[in-house]
């Protein structure tokens, strides 16, 4: 069982999660015990329904949002014990983000966006692993670009780079390639698998696409604020299978 | 559509709010203004109307024209008994009035500051005795008694059976007060104190031996004022005239209505400046709203509004604004009208209190200002609201409707070139005809245009200006300093027109500092060049002078070598005041160096008129030359240049007449008196010694301070100072409404990047970074408004100054420390402006922020 993989092995966990809105009536439980843990190191994906709470999930592993009960960990750092300032200062240390679209800072070049994590902490940039990252990316002639020149694969492997420049515990993507042609989306897919296996980053990707899923090398799916089960090594056929199962 | 403007509005409560706050501010400076000159004006028509109670017929000496310094001059006893001879008089008395400075028990002088200090005769005739009426005590009789008003007597506890001093052009002395006199429910004329003597003591004390200042008459029962009033006109000798006592009521009500006037149309200058600055941030704010509401406008469009329904759209939401605005500010306008009254006291001219009055004026006017103003700065962004293509809605494009960069600066610059134009017309004009145009109004037209000008224009410079102010930004804060940098630019234009709106208030705030230095550093100098006297004695306050006994006693002390009594009076200059000084040409070589060009001190002391060069070289004047000059008292008189001076700042006029001449053309209250007596030491006497027969002069006399050369230089330069904290305090409203406008984009513009704000607190930035980025490009946008202003009012102070080259201002002096100021001052109103946006900026919830729509 996961539960007993010891804590240092784990990059983020989730631990009997709920999150409720509203109250009475309207109340509505986005997460509803979910019990998770990430592997270091590992690729994984959320999949789920629309309303099965896998942005929800995200964002409260994320330190985005806060759990009504339960715990997240980060490493062996509880979210909950956390003020806004630690919780922050987290985020710039520990934790990468990829959104699925306005990922960059209109006003900073794609250099500054990348490197924004560093500069917010006035931190000096390691050239050797931006260089790297940059070509592998091979956003190496659009560094002094500002986002509104860039076309939107681009702009994502920006964020993309800058997710992995401060090289972070783990990494949270929001359907990274939501938004892009698929030549685009496979690129960026691609390249956070590469970030998976050579780097040893950890990421963790919600996503309703079963060929970005096919990516990772595992998916839990959700469905109605439980974990409604997990796959390894998917490909999309057995996701557009198991996702077949939903709502059905 | 009303019901769709109305959400909108309630949509957003704090924007409305922010938006109609400028607007407010501006609306209630003008009703502010109006409510205090109203209340004043109320309050000295009531007083003149309760003084001339009862009485039906004033009997006085024609005034040749009417000022509200001094008076027509006094009439023969004789004339009386001309009036009681006329039929339908029931009874007339003679009455004579002057300057009286009562003192306290402790032998101060009651110095009020700003209404004048009236000495009057007692009436016998109960007729004729108007609304003022014995408290307590009897009427005066003889020379040696007095009664004096309920106010001055309560207030300083002079009892009666006590000795009071009173000052008169006689001099000083002491009186028994033997009664208390109010005047209907008041204790006292405005402010005013009131030394009443019998008749022939006040004769005596005024000096109007064997005159009348004037006669009063009341009819007999069944006789109208205006029937009696044209009897006695045709009884009466060449020069004196009757007029019904309502009318010269009205006539002096008017006349300080009138000298009144200025201070109303100066305030109302300075509230049309905070209303114009509105006017900007009002216009900024519906531009800023109207993009982002593009695309629910493009929207309607989309499904059926017409064009004119969304400009309609725009403008009923202004008009809402507009009327909210200017409701809420007129209420406020008492609270101007307060603080006004505050101020005018705080700088030593005390405002009788009564109840403020509202004229329906006032309404009408904040009105149609509050509403014109915001409709007029929406309408603009509203047509361009209109323009947006229905597909806009569709596509979510930036739809640009805005001028090119190039028309703006085509535009700009003609406006600059007009505005700019118009100034100098207006300060150096012979040149051009303005037309209807008087100077002044041209430079203020000139001032507005130049301002619009730069607000274009300034969109051009605002990125270079921004990074040249913002270079040390990220090298004290890195990313933080960055982008405040590249958020100051990244709208050019709105960023300018805000900067502009602070631009507006400190370009004014620059131009005093440099006009006020100038005068400063001018008369200084030229003081120190023109006083030759060692001590100079002049009058405390405002009103009225003191007793020329002063000037008499000080000459028969063997330490002083010669005195030079100086008296100022307002004549007609061909249809214009003027002041004129009169002056004791006697000993003038000994005391004030007067730059005689052509011409001799002399001749000025045998009558004639010295002129200043400047005057005489714009009129082609020359000694020998001979000028019309109307007198209050005497009417028109042929008076001839006998002279052509270059000092300007002691004698503080460009006419100069013999004392003499000057007695015999001027008569009436606040013309008996000296204004100033300049005095020099005797030679081998030591200043000490001088100082201390001066001063101990002046100490009988209490309403006069004694100032050696430095200490006089140092008073006049105290006077600028003081008009310069009044006109930058009345700037300040200005400026906040700037700050507002600060306030206000700043806010707009952050609900225009929430997603981005979100993005970076997502990826580590902490409140406090996000506050401090806030901060710095307030702080940014503020300084770039100071360094326009800056610039702005450098050019309008060296032009000005130079305009005033004639009026002796001879030397441009720029006070570096309090420009610099300026800038420092920009720092602290970006702090301010930048609170309240900083914290909605650090409390953006991050994930509605990111996910923003």
């Known amino acids: 069982m996961l539960e007993a993989k010891p804590a240092t092995d784990l990059a983020a966990r989730i631990s009997d999660g709920t999150k409720i809105y509203g109250e009475g009536d309207t109340e509505v439980r986005a997460l509803d015990g979910v019990s998770e843990a990430f592997e270091k190191g590992r690729y994984t994906a959320i999949m789920g329904p629309s309303g099965s709470g896998k942005s929800t999930l995200l964002h409260c592993i994320a330190g985005l949002d806060e759990l009504t009960s339960g715990q997240v960990y980060i490493g062996d750092t509880d979210l909950g014990s956390l003020n806004d300032k630690n919780l922050t200062l987290l985020r710039r240390k520990k934790v990468g983000f990829v959104f699925q679209s306005f990922n960059l800072v209109p006003t900073l070049s794609a250099k500054e966006n990348i490197l924004l994590p560093l500069l917010i902490a006035g931190d000096k940039e390691d050239n050797a692993w931006f260089d790297q990252v940059v070509g592998i990316l091979g956003l190496g002639d659009r560094l002094s670009h500002r986002p509104s020149e860039l076309s939107g694969g681009q702009q994502q492997r920006v964020a993309a780079a800058r997710a992995l420049v401060s090289r972070p515990d783990i990494i949270f993507a929001d359907e990274p390639s939501g938004n892009l042609d698929s030549k685009s989306a496979a690129e960026l897919l691609d390249f956070m698998r590469r970030a998976v296996r050579e780097f040893g980053q950890t990421i963790v990707m919600v996503t309703h696409d079963p060929v970005a899923a096919s990516y990772a090398d595992r998916i839990v799916f959700l469905e109605d604020g439980r974990i409604a089960g997990e796959m390894h090594d998917p490909t999309s056929e057995m996701v557009i299978d198991r996702m077949k199962q939903f709502g059905g | ?853």
């Open chain 2, 1 to 853: 559509m009303i019901r769709t403007a109305l959400k909108t509005i309630f949509a957003h409560k704090l924007r409305l709010f922010l938006t109609a706050l400028s607007v407010m501010i501006g609306v209630a400076f003008i009703a502010g203004t109006f409510i205090f000159t109203d209340t004043i004006n109320q309050t000295f028509t009531d007083l003149f109307d309760d003084q001339f109670a009862g009485q039906d017929v004033i009997v006085q000496a024609e005034a040749e024209f009417d000022v509200g310094f001094g008076g027509p001059p006094p009439v023969e006893e004789s004339v009386l008994d001309t009036v009681l001879g006329v039929q339908g008089v029931a009874a007339a008395e003679g009455s004579a009035g002057g300057f009286a400075l009562i003192y306290d028990s402790n032998g101060e002088a009651i110095v009020p500051t700003g209404p004048p200090t009236i000495g009057a005769s007692w009436t016998e005739d109960e007729r004729l005795i108007g609304n003022i009426a014995l408290r307590d005590g009897r009427a005066p009789t003889g020379p040696t008694e007095v009664v004096i008003d309920a106010k001055t007597a309560g207030d300083n506890g002079l009892a009666i059976g006590t000795a009071v001093k009173v000052q008169t052009v006689d001099g000083v002395a002491e009186y028994e007060l033997v009664g208390i006199v109010g005047f209907g429910d008041a204790d006292n004329i405005a402010g005013a104190t009131v030394a009443v003597f019998d008749l022939e003591t006040a004769q005596a004390l005024f000096g109007l031996e064997g005159m009348y200042s004037a006669i009063t008459v009341v009819a007999d029962e069944g006789v109208s004022p205006e029937l009696l009033r044209n009897n006695i006109a045709l009884a009466l000798p060449e020069g004196v005239e009757a007029v019904a006592s309502a009318d010269e009521a009205e006539a002096q009500a008017e006349a300080l209505q009138e000298s009144l006037g200025f201070l109303n149309t100066a305030l109302l200058v300075f509230a049309a400046v905070a209303v114009f600055v509105a006017a900007f941030i009002i216009q900024n704010t519906f531009r800023i709203i109207v993009r982002q509401r593009q695309r629910e406008l493009a929207l309607m469009r989309a499904v059926g509004a017409t064009g004119g329904q969304v400009v309609w759209m725009v403008a009923i939401e202004a008009l809402i604004v507009g009327i909210f605005a200017s409701v809420v500010g007129i209420a406020l306008g008492f609270v101007i009208a307060g603080l006004l009254t505050a101020g005018m006291a705080a700088v030593g001219f005390d405002i009788p209190s009564t109840s403020a009055s509202l004229a329906p004026r006032t309404i009408v006017v904040g009105l149609i200002v509050g509403v014109g103003v915001t409709l007029v700065a929406a309408i603009l962004p509203a047509i361009r609201a209109a323009r947006i293509p229905p597909v806009a809605a569709l596509q979510d494009v930036d739809v640009r409707l805005r001028m090119s960069d190039r028309r703006r600066t085509i535009f700009g610059s003609i406006l600059l070139v007009i505005g700019v134009g118009l100034i100098m017309a207006g300060l150096f004009g012979d040149v051009i005809d303005l037309g209807p145009l008087n100077e002044l109004t041209a430079v203020g037209i000139g001032a507005l245009i130049v301002f619009l000008a730069v607000s274009l224009l300034s969109s051009l410079v605002v990125p270079s200006l921004a990074r040249i102010i913002g270079w040390p930004l990220p090298k004290i804060d890195n990313l933080t300093g960055t982008l405040a940098i590249a958020n100051a630019v990244r709208k050019p234009r709105r960023t300018a027109t805000t900067a502009s709106a602070l631009m507006i208030g400190l370009a004014l705030v620059a131009f005093f500092f440099i006009l006020g230095d100038s005068i400063k550093a001018s008369v200084s100098e030229s003081i120190e060049a023109g006083l030759r006297a060692d001590y100079v004695v002049s009058v405390d306050g405002f009103a009225g002078g003191f007793s020329p006994a002063l000037a008499e006693d000080l000459k028969g002390q063997e330490e002083v070598e010669a005195t030079t009594s100086l008296r100022m009076g307002f004549w007609d200059n061909n249809g214009t005041e003027d002041f004129v000084m009169g002056i004791e040409a006697e000993t003038v070589d000994q005391t004030i160096f007067l730059d005689v060009q052509s011409g001799s001190v002399a001749a000025l002391a045998a009558g004639g008129v010295f002129v200043h060069e400047d005057v005489a070289s714009e009129e082609g004047w020359v000694v020998g030359d001979t000028i019309l000059m109307g007198f209050a008292a005497t009417g028109l008189q042929e008076v001839e240049i006998v002279g052509i001076y270059g000092e300007q700042n002691v004698v503080q006029t460009n006419f100069l007449v013999g004392l003499e001449f000057y007695e015999a053309n001027f008569s009436g209250f606040g013309t008996d008196t000296d204004f100033v007596v300049a005095v020099a030491g005797a030679d081998g006497v030591s200043p000490e010694e001088t100082r201390a027969v001066v001063d101990e002069a002046a100490a009988e006399y209490g309403n006069v301070t004694v100032r050696d050369q430095v200490e006089y230089r140092e008073s006049q330069e105290a006077q600028v100072d003081t008009l310069l904290v009044m006109f930058n305090a009345l700037l300040i409203l200005a400026v906040i409404i700037a700050l507002f406008g600060i306030m206000n984009t700043l806010s707009l513009s952050i609900y225009e990047r929430t997603r981005e704000i979100g993005l970076l607190r997502a990826v580590g930035m902490t409140r406090s970074q996000t506050r401090r980025m806030i901060r710095w490009e307030s702080i940014m946008v503020a300084v770039i408004g100071a360094i326009l202003g800056i610039v702005v009012g450098l050019f309008f102070g060296v032009v000005v100054t130079a305009a005033l080259k004639s009026q002796g201002i001879n030397v441009l002096s720029i006070p570096a420390v309090q420009i610099f100021g300026l800038v420092i001052f920009g720092v602290v109103a970006g702090l301010l402006a930048a609170i309240v946006p900083a914290r909605r900026a650090a409390n953006l919830n991050i994930l509605e922020a990111i996910s923003y729509e």
